[in-house]
């Protein structure tokens, strides 16, 4: 599976209620680790801290072992979103 498609069916998964947000986690990490090959050393950085911000609130909940609040939701979602964006923009047609 291309880094554009697995971004696009964990979003659709996400956004359905499909994964959790360990799930939804690592699997922007292997998006990234796979995408990271086609982008410049800037974008591959800019997307890293994106990830980063994800991962962080994804630990919170993780070590409280809870599932996001609504506001908590709303921050993935929005963040999640983000690092979609920025990586399907990014990314060459076809990768």
Same mark, same amino acid.
């Given at each position: ?5 697995r %971004? $696009? ?7 359905n209620g499909?994964?959790?947000a360990?799930?939804?986690? #690592?699997?922007l ?5 796979e995408? +990271?090959?086609?982008?410049s050393?800037?974008?591959?950085s800019?997307? +890293?801290?994106?990830?980063n911000r $994800?991962e962080? %609130?994804?630990?919170?909940l #993780?070590n409280e ?6 506001g908590?939701k709303?921050?993935?979602? /929005? #963040?999640v979103e983000?690092f979609?964006?920025? $990586?399907?923009? /990014? #990314?060459?047609e076809? /990768?």
């Amino acid at each position: 599976m291309k880094p554009s498609e697995r %971004l $696009i069916w964990i979003g659709e998964a996400w956004a359905n209620g499909r994964i959790s947000a360990a799930s939804l986690t #690592l699997g922007l990490d292997q998006v990234f680790q796979e995408a +990271r090959d086609y982008l410049s050393p800037d974008d591959a950085s800019e997307a +890293r801290s994106q990830w980063n911000r $994800i991962e962080v %609130l994804n630990a919170i909940l #993780l070590n409280e072992d809870r599932q996001p609040t609504a506001g908590e939701k709303q921050e993935l979602d /929005r #963040l999640v979103e983000e690092f979609h964006a920025f $990586i399907r923009e /990014r #990314l060459p047609e076809g /990768r």
